[in-house]
């Protein structure tokens, strides 16, 4: 890490991060898979555009706002994976935005289809389908039905999605990935039975990505691949050495095995499944836990017979969900070989309408 930084900040590895996007590409590419990589994780410009230099077809966005920003910084390809409302004032953002980039948004349900068809005339939708996360999304057996409304509403309808997202547990990757496979199937046949477009079969998270490939899946849309954080480490979603992003934080306190850093909640943010083991790791020392979290201190608890680090020591800290942390930073320190070679702006930060 380098030295003299104030701490807590965030850093990303470029040479592993550069390892997760080549591979993720030629993952896509050797599956005959159009890659739309979800940039809600990391947020960023410079990473978006390398994405694209290596083969992604688009990017996947959260929110019209988060569009804006990309398309600010030259990403002319954009799915809004979210079952928009168009409000007057969204409608008129998203017109704009219609009228610079290749847009398309989701939609899933008869109403929303009509409004957003008197809002922007020949919007692209893909219509959302449940596989079992249980969120938004549609019945994929009455995915025909709402395709219908948009088609009449002047949308042009051009496949189908989900998000599985039930997967995010100890052992569900793959029924997950199946229950994916067998929603987007359904859900494609009930469109194109109503003589309309599925071409477009779009899914796939960074658990689900090992188990999917091929036919009924047309694209995918991984977003935590880049960086990787606690949770895919411990549902096997990424290796140790395939972590690019950590937060640099400070030892401020120890006793015994037990040792406090000062990046709390506000910079690691303060997720935790039910069936997560802690609140982040450090990347140096793979046995220990951050155990607890308050504003600005995390408490870390090492395992037996490992030397508690000093006060003033720098340690690596994996956080539980890495979306959640890009969110809290303003910027990225990259870093090469020990040394930073970079800084770049979270652009898309607080990007949330």
């Not at 449940?130 to 042009?156: E, I, K, Y």
């Not at 477009?197 to 935590?224: C, I, K, N, Q, W």
């Not at 930073?329 to 979270?346: E, I, K, N």
């Amino acid at each position: 890490m380098p030295a003299d930084l104030p701490t807590p900040h965030v850093t990303v590895d470029a040479d592993v991060l550069e390892r997760n996007l080549t591979a993720m590409a030629a993952r896509a590419a050797d599956h005959g898979l159009a890659l739309r990589p979800h940039a809600k994780t990391h947020k960023c410009v410079e990473i978006a555009h390398r994405q694209v230099g290596l083969g992604a077809g688009g990017l996947t966005v959260a929110t019209v706002s988060e569009a804006e920003v990309f398309a600010d910084g030259g990403l002319d390809d954009l799915f809004i994976a979210y079952p928009i409302w168009p409000s007057p004032q969204r409608a008129a953002r998203l017109r704009a935005l219609a009228a610079r980039v290749a847009l398309r948004v989701g939609v899933d349900s008869a109403e929303a289809a009509e409004a957003l068809g008197r809002a922007v005339p020949g919007l692209e939708v893909l219509i959302e389908v449940d596989s079992g996360h249980h969120r938004s999304g549609v019945d994929p057996r009455s995915a025909g039905r709402v395709a219908v409304a948009a088609d009449q509403a002047g949308l042009r309808v051009r496949g189908v999605f989900t998000f599985p997202g039930h997967a995010y547990g100890p052992g569900r990757q793959q029924p997950a990935a199946a229950d994916e496979a067998t929603a987007l199937a359904e859900a494609a046949a009930a469109v194109t039975g109503k003589g309309l477009d599925a071409g477009v079969r779009s899914g796939g998270s960074t658990p689900t990505v090992p188990f999917s490939g091929g036919d009924p899946l047309t694209e995918m849309r991984p977003g935590v691949y880049v960086f990787g954080d606690a949770q895919q480490l411990e549902l096997g979603g990424c290796a140790w050495d395939e972590v690019a992003l950590t937060v640099a934080s400070t030892v401020v306190s120890r006793s015994g095995p037990k040792i406090v850093l000062d990046a709390g909640s506000k910079v690691l943010g303060a997720d935790r499944q039910s069936w997560a083991t802690g609140f982040g790791r450090l990347l140096d020392h793979p046995d220990a836990r951050v155990t607890a979290l308050s504003e600005h201190h995390a408490t870390a608890i090492l395992p037996d017979g490992v030397p508690t680090p000093a006060l003033g020591e720098v340690l690596r800290v994996v956080p539980n969900h890495v979306c959640a942390t890009v969110n809290l930073a303003d910027d990225l320190v990259v870093v090469s070989g020990g040394d930073q070679v970079d800084r770049w702006p979270v652009a898309a930060r607080g990007a949330n309408t």
